[in-house]
T-cell receptor, first 111, second 113 residues
Framework: SQQGEEDPQALSIQEGENATMNCSYK?????LQWYRQNSGRGLVHLIL?????REKHSGRLRVTLDTSKKSSSLLITASRAADTASYFC???????????FGKGNQVVVIP | DAGVIQSPRHEVTEMGQEVTLRCKPI?????LFWYRQTMMRGLELLIYFNNNVPIDDSGMPEDRFSAKMPNASFSTLKIQPSEPRDSAVYFC???????????FGPGTRLTVT
């Protein structure tokens, strides 16, 4: 089964800087999704990008998808302390209604 | 809508005891998922339901785990008997239609001593 794998695993940045994290996967997908998890909380959906899309924006978030390389990136611009969280990518291969989650990427934004 | 509701939020029990976790999905959502999250294994899908019917339970680790969805607004995950290695955070999630995002509950933190 496919599995999203985020890189880097942990990132520490200063407030105001941009944070970029990558995700790779192994098989064809219908869409790829990014989720955020604050400590002690459930995952929150951030953005979904479909296989026929290359880039998508939502507020300070920018997601790219390269299906030829089977990879995606999530960019958080002008980071804030409140962005401190773990970020997961999840792939939807379609047909079976399930998501395959990566191991997560811990981002710490220092005020 | 209150979102996905899970209870209890925390559960501490002794090895060998039965544990029942509960989930109320968002009204109108027709798919429900149970996940387990640990530091070692990350987020694992245990089982999911479509229209109250279990579709894929290949992630259920052992026969000690069972899940039911008697109606569209309620699901349970039961562990009997519980073991220390079952300690984890268990999440329930629901979604409306194929391909849409999933909405997660706050999780139940289970500690088995």
């Amino acid at each position: 089964s496919q599995q999203g794998e985020e890189d880097p695993q942990a990132l520490s940045i200063q407030e105001g800087e941009n944070a970029t994290m990558n995700c790779s996967y192994k098989t064809s997908i219908n869409n790829l999704q990014w989720y955020r998890q604050n400590s002690g909380r459930g995952l929150v959906h951030l953005i979904l990008i479909r296989s026929n899309e290359r880039e998508k924006h939502s507020g300070r978030l920018r997601v790219t998808l390269d299906t030829s390389k089977k990879s995606s990136s999530l960019l958080i611009t002008a980071s804030r302390a409140a962005d401190t969280a773990s970020y997961f990518c999840a792939t939807d291969a379609g047909g079976n209604n399930r998501l395959a989650f990566g191991k997560g990427n811990q981002v710490v934004v220092i005020p | 809508d209150a979102g996905v509701i899970q209870s209890p939020r925390h559960e501490v029990t002794e090895m060998g005891q039965e544990v029942t976790l509960r989930c109320k999905p968002i009204s109108g959502h027709n798919s429900l998922f149970w996940y387990r999250q640990t530091m070692m294994r990350g987020l694992e899908l245990l089982i999911y339901f479509n229209n109250n019917v279990p579709i894929d339970d290949s992630g259920m680790p052992e026969d000690r785990f069972s899940a039911k969805m008697p109606n569209a607004s309620f699901s349970t995950l039961k562990i009997q008997p519980s073991e220390p290695r079952d300690s984890a955070v268990y999440f329930c999630a629901s979604k409306l239609a194929l391909g849409d995002e999933q909405y997660f509950g706050p999780g139940t933190r289970l500690t088995v001593t």
